[in-house]
């Protein structure tokens, strides 16, 4: 039984004209239930990021099993920015991401750590193809690999966040956070402080 069908039952779940289940990208793209309430626009955008990666159906198996499609359909709206979306669906694939990993954290010694693992790092990595400068995924990616004991890997993130936060800082985002009163005025030294700790 595939995960789709567990995820959407095998008698209520939609079929195709060759009787076959509806691909992740078909569940999205035509707004197939749970799908359905996503406005055009976060479609466009989910597909803007992972059309042309091996993500998507991480992404869409994710989204479903951690319930995030609710908060999808909130976006769109007010702001119809394709950018500015990703963005913060980045954001929420993090937030489920952070949760996944704190369980990993308790349950790293357990039989169910690797299956932890993979959905945090499905979350993570779907997040960082959502928004490339989402520097959290990458904190993400070397703390799940830190902990897994996977020490390349976990320098490779480091590496790659490292690299983003020094882009973050030289343009014009970088700027406008560190006028702003909504971003502590040291967090990208603190996402710098904390991506170096993995490389030590």
Not at 36 to 62: Q, R, Y
Request: with cysteine; net charge negative; aromatic share 8%.
């Amino acid at each position: 039984m595939s995960i789709l069908t567990r995820l959407l039952g095998s008698k209520s779940r939609p079929t195709v004209t060759d009787g076959q289940p509806p691909s992740s990208r078909t569940l999205v793209k035509t707004r197939i239930p749970p799908w359905h309430k996503i406005g055009p626009t976060v479609v466009d955008a989910i597909f803007e990021a992972l059309a042309a990666t091996e993500l998507f159906d991480c992404f869409v198996i994710s989204s479903m099993e951690e319930n995030l499609i609710y908060q999808y359909e909130k976006l769109g709206h007010e702001d119809r920015n394709v950018s500015a979306i990703r963005a913060k669906i980045s954001g929420i694939l993090c937030q489920a991401g952070f949760q996944k990993l704190a369980l990993l954290d308790k349950e790293i010694n357990t039989g169910s750590a690797r299956e932890i693992g993979f959905a945090a790092i499905n979350l993570f990595g779907s997040a960082i193809a959502m928004s490339k400068d989402q520097i959290a995924g990458y904190i993400g990616m070397a703390a799940i690999y830190e902990l897994l004991g996977v020490k390349a890997q976990c320098h490779e993130y480091a590496k790659r966040g490292l690299l983003e936060v020094q882009n973050v800082r030289q343009s014009a985002a970088g700027q406008a956070m560190r006028d702003s009163s909504a971003f502590p005025p040291d967090m990208l030294d603190q996402a710098e402080r904390e991506l170096h700790g993995y490389l030590e």
